[in-house]
């Protein structure tokens, strides 16, 4: 699967990869601000953004295209980012192909499996009739009874676009999301991965907890951790400079 991606700067390859429902656009402002010091590779998911759909959404298939788009940038290994199903995706290429990952930062999201926490999410994106769509707005006073959270509804609808037939549709592949999900919600597998790894939580984030600590530390007996206050699950968007900081630090140690 020939991934969707883009580059920016020179130096080190850095990937950088998005959550659920996201693209590349979600880490913009560090990208651009990361491409200063390394090359910043930024990197549509399957069946995320603008690259290809298919039916499997595995961690092991994730791991895979990156894999190959490694090989295809002829990249040996790189420093490895990822938020939330992003960060699972670098988990398990890190467990899988330890070679290929120098240093890994994990963003708000832990190696375990997780409850269903989208099931209003799927119910509301699934309610909305794409064929009555005429504006982005249209499509929010269709989610909003479903979704209150103005913020969650802006982050989804950004996946909106219009085709060439001028209808809207959806970037992402809802159907495959949706029936991979159970695939979504578990935990990378493999052998340790010895390199060097900094989970970062967002403070007000319920997504790493204490009794996470153990399957961390089995998997990542390198693992470092810090806390970004005041912030929930995007700190990225929500402190974008502190963030830029952390990730900086840690990638230059």
């Known amino acids: ?17 998005h ?5 590349l656009d979600n880490w913009g402002s560090q990208a651009k601000a990361l491409a200063s010091d390394y090359q910043v590779i930024s990197i549509d998911l399957r069946n995320h953004g603008r690259s290809p759909h298919d039916n499997e959404m595995t961690y092991a298939a994730m791991a895979q295209d990156l894999i190959e788009l ?13 938020h939330s199903m992003g960060g699972k995706a670098a988990m398990q290429l890190a467990l ?10 994990v963003v708000d999201i832990a190696p375990v499996q997780y409850p269903d926490h989208h099931s209003d999410v799927f119910s509301g994106l699934q309610a909305i009739d794409l064929s009555t769509v005429k504006s982005r707005s249209d499509a929010e006073k ?3 009874p479903r979704i209150e959270d103005a913020m969650v509804r802006a982050f989804l609808l950004r996946n909106l676009y219009r085709t060439e037939a001028g209808q809207f549709d959806w970037r992402f592949n809802l159907q495959a999301l949706h029936r991979g ?4 919600s578990a935990p990378p597998t493999g052998a ?12 007000n984030s319920d997504y790493i907890q204490p009794s996470h600590r153990d399957a961390i530390l089995g998997l ?18 929500e402190k974008p400079a502190l963030m830029t900081r952390l990730i900086r630090n840690f990638l230059q140690e």
């Open 220 to 237: 990542f007996p390198a693992a470092g951790y810090k806390v970004v206050e005041g912030t929930g699950h995007w700190p990225h968007a």
């Open 142 to 144: 269709q989610l909003a």
């Open 19 to 23: 959550g659920l429902f996201g693209s």
């Open 96 to 105: 899988s192909a330890p070679a290929r990952v120098n240093k890994l930062i």
């Open 192 to 203: 340790p991965f010895a390199g060097p790894t900094l989970f970062i939580k967002g403070g």
């Open 70 to 82: 490694m090989d295809n940038l002829g990249i040996d290994s790189a420093r490895v980012l990822g």
């Open 1 to 17: 699967m020939q991934l969707h991606h883009q580059i920016q700067g020179q130096g080190e390859p850095l990937l950088i990869l």
């Open 181 to 184: 999900y159970p695939n979504i």
